[in-house]
């Protein structure tokens, strides 16, 4: 069963800083396209960062470039989000998945919340 476990969310004040993790079962995150996505209230699902397999380059949305950076830890099947210079407007529900994601594999997310 594939499943991926997105967790570390909070409640931080803006300039702060989080890190999410994702732990990944049932398949290898190493072997896979694989990224980060969030749903902020009212608007629709948006890509955050992805990590390619095939060259692990990484790839980051506009908004947060500078601020995040993605990383994976092999041996424990895990990716990882840290996020810097939190916003308000990165408040959101952040998921993991696959690139390009699978329905299947959204799980219930992490609420990051960043006040002002």
């Known amino acids: 069963d594939v499943q991926l476990q997105a967790s570390g969310g909070g409640l931080v004040q803006a300039g702060g800083s989080l890190r999410l993790s994702c732990a990944a079962s049932g398949f290898t995150l190493d072997d896979h396209d694989i990224g980060w996505f969030r749903q902020a209230p009212g608007k629709e699902r948006e890509g955050v960062s992805c990590i390619s397999d095939s060259n692990g380059s990484r790839y980051y949305a506009d908004s947060v470039k500078g601020r995040f950076t993605i990383s994976s830890d092999i041996a424990k099947n895990t990716m990882y989000l840290q996020m810097n210079s939190l916003k308000p407007e990165d408040t959101a529900v952040y998921y993991c998945?696959?690139?390009?994601?699978?329905?299947?594999?959204w799980g219930q997310g992490t609420l990051v919340t960043v006040s002002s």
């Open positions: 998945n696959k690139n390009p994601p699978r329905y299947a594999y």
